[in-house]
């Protein structure tokens, strides 16, 4: 690895301190903002997080009352557990930028940060299975989401590449996500329901 940040300041550190000024700005907005906050206060989850190989590690971020906290053991099961390895973490924290949660919504093809409200979580929870993403092209790299109590399969149920200057494009909001699955810079392989599935719970309304 580089000398730049570790899984574990980026997971136990960064991560919680952008989810939590997220939630400080929330408030901030006062009247105009309460319906939002009172959706993302109302979140009570744990995302879960593996990071495989030496200098990696199994990291819980635990939301209580709409903070995060990250610890050693999930305090809810799980609604999500990605799985990536020390390569991928590399350009996963080049890309995330001032928002982990916006890098995630450029994989669902968003521009800007996804809040984690408890109905976008509910809608998570109902999916089953796993699916990669995959970032193809230069610092291209691959993660996997796996949803539901079932053990991780070897092989998962879905697999969403996506060309990384498409990826860059999407969350920008340059692009649109049917523009760019029409045009071939996303591809889905396997169980297309689940892919679109998990599209929907990602953009649903906050």
């Known amino acids: 690895m580089s000398d730049g940040p570790t899984p574990q300041s980026f997971y136990n550190e960064r991560i919680p301190a952008q989810f939590?000024?997220?939630?400080?700005?929330?408030?901030?907005?006062?009247?105009?903002?309460?319906?939002?906050?009172?959706?993302m206060n109302a979140v009570n989850a744990t995302l879960q997080i593996v990071v495989e190989g030496d200098g990696g590690g199994t990291f819980c971020l635990n939301v209580e009352k709409g903070r995060m906290t990250s610890g050693d053991k999930a305090v809810h099961p799980p609604f999500m557990t990605l799985v990536h390895d020390l390569a991928a973490f590399e350009v996963?924290?080049?890309?995330?930028?001032?928002?982990?949660?916006?890098f995630l919504g450029g994989l669902a093809g968003l521009a800007g940060e996804i809040q984690l409200t408890q109905s976008r979580i509910d809608n998570l929870a109902g999916l089953n299975g796993s699916l990669r993403f995959?970032?193809?092209?230069?610092?291209?790299?691959?993660?996997l989401a796996h949803f539901g109590s079932e053990p991780i399969p070897d092989e998962p149920n879905c697999s969403i590449s996506i060309d990384a200057e498409a990826y860059r494009q999407l969350r920008s909001g340059e692009l649109n996500?049917?523009?760019?699955?029409?045009?071939?810079?996303?591809?889905?392989?396997?169980?297309?329901?689940?892919?679109?599935?998990?599209?929907?719970?990602?953009?649903?309304?906050?």
């Open 134 to 143: 995959e970032l193809t092209g230069e610092d291209g790299f691959s993660l």
């Open 177 to 206: 996500p049917q523009d760019a699955f029409m045009g071939g810079q996303i591809r889905i392989d396997g169980d297309m329901q689940m892919a679109m599935q998990l599209a929907l719970a990602l953009m649903s309304p906050d």
């Open 20 to 39: 939590n000024k997220a939630l400080d700005e929330q408030t901030e907005l006062g009247e105009g903002g309460a319906k939002l906050l009172g959706d």
């Open 92 to 102: 996963l924290e080049r890309e995330s930028g001032d928002s982990a949660l916006g």
